[in-house]
Nanobody, 122 residues
């Protein structure tokens, strides 16, 4: 599975962005997908994840109620809708995929995209 994240950009605090993670490969629909982010000088952290069929979703406490993860397997794409953005959401956002259940630990994901930069200005 090859992944490509897109949709990042510069937005003011309180604004919204939608990130996309486009995948290639016939088995994408068998994969759980997670979004992670890494801010300058900080470790990569979990943001959200979704099961292969979209029925189970998980969120970090810091984004719960503001971000929504979804997927369209017909389009081989997973989305991360980000609302009410805060300056502390500024980071490079990565999508990752794995066979099996959705997970919150980065090391459990075997496939990674290149990342897309989100900058939230105050």
């Amino acid at each position: 599975v090859q992944l490509q994240a897109s949709g990042g950009g510069l937005v003011q605090a309180g604004g919204s962005l939608r990130l996309s993670c486009a995948a290639s490969g016939r088995t994408f629909s068998d994969n759980a997908v997670g979004w992670f982010r890494q801010a300058p000088g900080k470790e990569r952290e979990f943001v959200a994840s979704i099961s292969w069929n979209g029925r189970s979703t998980y969120y970090a406490d810091s984004v719960k109620g503001r971000f929504t993860i979804s997927r369209d397997n017909a389009k081989n794409t997973v989305y991360l809708q980000m609302n009410s953005l805060k300056p502390e959401d500024t980071a490079i956002y990565y999508c990752a995929a794995r066979l099996g259940a959705a997970a919150t630990t980065a090391s459990l994901y075997g496939y990674w995209g290149q990342g897309t930069l989100v900058t939230v200005s105050s």
